[in-house]
């Protein structure tokens, strides 16, 4: 989230705390003005900015019915349709081989695994969510999220288990990290994609 978005997030306290600063002071000169008035404002505008985040968390935690899948940029970023609008999501804990669209050019197995995921999700309805031990967006402003399949199938693993992506921890663990790296360690033993056809991996 950049710094504009946070400072939006904190105009209603920062409104609300004006509003009250005001009441207070025009009660302190002498105007009939019921402490409660004060709280109730302060206490309202705190109410509007929780529900304001707690609406904004839920149409990207929705059921399938809310998100449907709308184009696949690689095998680990895709554009999902959302109750808000259109979101580029990158998935959490995984990592695939670089396409020819990439700036790094292409790695071996990416292609296949962008044909796979393309295969797989899109338009289909998907379940995301969102994981409180990591950033919401990453540097590209791609907001990370798991995405699961309304078969109950989170692609992160199957991807993964299928030998087409890697199991991948940025920067701290994450909550699928133990399911991933079993995962990995699966394909890994059976040689399954791309532990086959990549050599020096």
Known sequence: MNIISRLKSFLPFIKATIVAVILLGLAN???DIPRSTVEEVVDGQFTTAAESNENKEESFEAD?????????????????????GEEKIRLIGIDTPETANSPQGEECYGAEA???ARGLLTGKKVVLSLDETQGERDRYERLLAYVEMDDGRDIGEVLIREGYAFEYTYNKPYKNQVLYQAAE?????????????????
Do not use: M, Q
Request: hydrophobic residues 50%; negative net charge; aromatic residues 6%.
């Open 29 to 31: 000169i002498g105007l």
């Open 114 to 116: 962008s044909a796979f």
């Open 185 to 201: 360690a699966a394909a890994k033993k059976s040689e399954a994609g791309l532990w086959k056809e990549c050599s020096g991996i």
């Open 64 to 84: 399938a019915e809310g998100n449907r899948v709308v184009f696949i940029v690689d095998g680990d970023t895709l554009v999902v349709e959302t109750p808000a």
